[in-house]
């Protein structure tokens, strides 16, 4: 059985990973009307590994005789800018998701759930592959710097580091 704290403390990351969700859908849509079709799939996908990440929660929360909430989500923007500031605004995203599973660990190891702990290791180790994969990115983008037929290769490129999302079992 969840306590409140826990309980209101994963009600809290479920609405953070659905606004993630949101924001790299904003992103998707962004590509696709500027023609970055790789970009676009890329932002797509992992749209999609956000939501899964949220339902993962979800079904944790209500198998732990928790009542999981699906709440009101902040708009994400319209407009990102440049590749570069659009892949450096997710690399501070997925670092700000970072601190609140952080967060949680702790909020689970001072409440002794156990099993609330062991659960949140996935999404550590998640996120460690998250930012690395954001870093990686923005690497690629500092190399291309302005050069548009590098752009034009990148967006081809990365299709390939399209994740599939993780099947959301607890
Ligand atoms: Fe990319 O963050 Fe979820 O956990």
Same mark, same amino acid.
């Given at each position: %059985?969840?306590?409140? #704290?826990?309980?209101?403390?994963?009600?809290?990351?479920?609405?953070?990973?659905?606004?993630?969700?949101?924001?790299?859908?904003? %992103?998707?849509?962004?590509?696709? $009307?500027?023609?970055?079709?790789? /970009?676009?799939? *890329? %932002?797509?996908?992992?749209?999609?590994?956000?939501?899964?990440?949220?339902? #993962?929660?979800?079904?944790?929360?209500?198998?732990?005789?928790?009542?999981?909430? !699906?709440?009101?989500?902040?708009?994400?923007?319209?407009? *990102?800018?440049? *590749?570069?500031? %659009?892949?450096? $605004?997710?690399?501070?995203?997925?670092?700000?998701?970072?601190?609140?599973?952080?967060?949680? !660990?702790? /909020?689970?190891?001072?409440?002794?759930?156990?099993?609330?702990?062991?659960?949140?290791?996935?999404? !550590?180790?998640?996120?460690?592959?998250?930012?690395?994969?954001?870093?990686?990115?923005?690497? #690629?983008?500092?190399?291309?710097?302005?050069? #548009?037929?590098? *752009?034009?290769?990148?967006?081809?490129?990365?299709?390939?580091?399209?994740?599939?999302?993780?099947?959301?079992?607890?």
């Amino acid at each position: %059985m969840l306590s409140k #704290k826990i309980e209101e403390a994963l009600n809290k990351q479920v609405t953070i990973e659905a606004e993630s969700s949101q924001v790299y859908l904003a %992103m998707a849509s962004y590509a696709e $009307n500027l023609g970055f079709e790789g /970009v676009s799939q *890329f %932002m797509y996908a992992h749209s999609d590994e956000e939501r899964e990440h949220m339902l #993962k929660l979800i079904k944790f929360i209500n198998e732990r005789g928790g009542h999981a909430i !699906v709440s009101q989500l902040s708009a994400p923007p319209t407009e *990102f800018g440049s *590749f570069k500031d %659009m892949f450096q $605004n997710l690399f501070n995203h997925e670092v700000m998701v970072s601190k609140t599973i952080n967060d949680l !660990v702790d /909020v689970s190891l001072q409440e002794k759930d156990y099993a609330t702990h062991n659960f949140l290791q996935w999404y !550590v180790s998640e996120q460690i592959e998250e930012e690395a994969l954001a870093r990686n990115i923005l690497d #690629k983008i500092n190399l291309i710097g302005d050069d #548009k037929g590098g *752009f034009y290769l990148f967006d081809n490129d990365i299709k390939q580091l399209i994740t599939k999302p993780t099947p959301p079992q607890v």
